[in-house]
């Protein structure tokens, strides 16, 4: 492995993080905040880590290999993550690790917060936590790869290791004219969704915030009570169309732009994650009825809200740790769904749940009639066997790892239930489980041993296992080996 060219590129991710600062330094300084001192500070930490990782780096005379980008993908999130806490600690607001667990669960995308009182913070530092998730919803690396001039198609290795899903298909040839696409397509909702949100009565900097957020599938607010605090119907259908559009794949999005509505038509992953995101509002919505005697218009919208929240985001608009046991059930699953490959949101991705229903049937089908050929297809492409081994091995591990950082909480005095939740929602990045961290709560009690496994939790779930494991092997490391 090239140290040197690792350096230069987590040079470089650093230089763009400090210069992303400048926003909410702005802010600061408009508002008249003492939160600016921080994020000059923050900032200068940035451009100074940079300038160090710049002068060990080197400019690439040779085509990066698998081990350099995937060392730049993971290092570039742990980088990115432990510079972006500088501004809560700076701040004197969050202690060293609270700092670590809020910028990571904003990179990520999880939404979970150690913050019980988020309105007593300054505005500046709520527009970074929502900046966080913005920058880690399509990607901190592709964002990169799509804004730097001299990236070439060996970037594919980086992008490889940070994307989500079972395949790793492509919109464009180019790997940086794709990246630059889906970059566009991520500003232009998100410019939309800022708009909406002005139309429906929110105030600058709270549609500001809520737009960077939904469009990321994060689920960071500025209130307390997340989207409950609007008490607006029509801002929560409006969050809800936007959740439910972050959670799709935004490939998908411009082979619509190119080709027509038609496509979606014919993608088997678009049409399962709205049937499950159907069925499940359905389902609530009657479970809602039947045990709390709530009208159908009220069980639609709290039903429909949350069903898309915790299958992409993480916004609350009710304590839904009060509904019946039923449909707390149908949210876990959610948790463990997620969105579509491709997307913003995380979770085990739909597409790897219909090519694990499918295979299941494939051999029920096998078992029953052994002469018969039963393949496994998605969008009237037969799967690859290689294909779905990864799909069985990642949903092996995916469960391993929940199971694994469950226990460690039941090990902390977490109750059984709880730590499931915790370790779905955290694996999955959603943010808000049940119990000690339900709708209504934040991670704040955890003790400092939770929160750590926790951050691990997070990190894990972002980068997709398999990063992290081919991370964990001594031989990565070495300078020479065979890649």
């Known amino acids: 492995m090239n140290f040197r060219i690792v350096c230069q590129f987590l040079g470089k991710i650093s230089l763009a993080e400090s210069a992303v600062m400048l926003l909410p330094l702005a802010l600061a300084l408009v508002l008249g905040e003492d939160a600016a001192v921080a994020f000059f500070g923050a900032a200068a930490g ?34 990115a993550t432990g510079l972006g806490m500088l501004p809560y600690v700076l701040s004197g607001h969050l202690v060293l690790l609270d700092g670590v667990f809020e910028s990571i669960s904003g990179f990520t995308g999880t939404g979970a917060t150690v913050i019980d009182d988020l309105e007593v913070l300054p505005q500046s530092l709520l527009l970074w936590r929502s900046m966080t998730h913005w920058l880690g919803g399509l ?3 592709v964002i990169f790869i799509a804004l730097l001039p ?15 899903g079972p395949t790793k298909e492509r919109v464009l040839p180019r790997l940086r004219e794709m990246t630059q696409v889906l970059f566009q397509l991520y500003m232009a909702f998100t410019v939309i969704a800022l708009a909406v949100f002005i139309g429906y009565g929110m105030d600058l900097i709270s549609a500001v915030n809520h737009a960077l957020s939904t469009i990321s599938a994060g689920g960071f607010s500025t209130y307390n009570e997340s989207a409950a605090h609007f008490e607006s119907p029509a801002i929560e259908g409006w969050m809800t169309f936007f959740m439910i559009l972050a959670g799709g794949n935004f490939g998908l999005y411009y082979r619509v732009y ?8 014919r993608n088997t992953e678009f049409k399962a994650y709205l049937t499950i995101l159907g069925v499940s509002t359905c389902l609530v919505v009657i479970n809602l009825m039947m045990s709390l005697a709530i009208s159908l218009p009220e069980a639609l919208r709290f039903a429909s809200f949350q069903v ?12 839904y740790d009060l509904w019946p046991p039923f449909s ?5 699953l959610l948790m ?11 979770g085990l991705k739909v597409s790897r749940l219909v090519i694990l229903v499918r295979t299941a049937w494939a051999a029920a089908v096998h078992a029953a009639f052994p002469k018969r050929l039963a393949a496994v297809t998605m969008n009237g492409c037969e799967i690859d066997g290689s294909t779905v081994i990864r799909v069985g091995q990642f949903f092996f591990l995916y469960m391993v790892f929940i199971a ?17 939740g915790i370790s779905i929602t955290t694996m999955g990045c959603i943010g808000p489980a049940f119990g000690v961290t339900g709708a209504t709560c934040t991670y704040a009690e955890l003790s400092s041993f939770s929160k750590m496994i926790l951050c691990l939790s997070m990190l894990v779930g972002r980068l997709e296992i398999f990063t992290v494991l081919v991370m964990l092997r001594p031989g990565f490391w070495r300078k020479k080996g065979n890649w």
């Open 150 to 164: 001299e990236s070439g198609q060996d970037s594919s290795y980086i992008y490889n290791a940070e994307a989500a």
């Open 404 to 420: 694994f950082w469950a226990a460690l909480l039941t090990f902390d005095g977490i109750a059984g239930f709880d730590a499931i």
């Open 336 to 346: 463990l769904c997620g969105g579509c490959a491709g997307s913003t949101a995380a």
């Open 308 to 319: 898309a929240s915790i299958a992409t985001t993480g916004f609350v608009s009710a304590d």
């Open 139 to 141: 990607g901190i690396v």
């Open 258 to 265: 190119q080709k027509g509505f038609a496509v979606l038509r």
């Open 328 to 332: 707390k059930g149908v949210l876990l």
């Open 46 to 79: 940035c451009f100074g880590t940079a300038l160090v990782l710049l002068r060990r780096g080197q400019v690439r005379k040779r085509l990066l290999t698998m081990r350099e980008g995937i060392a730049i993908t993971g290092l570039g999130w742990l980088l």
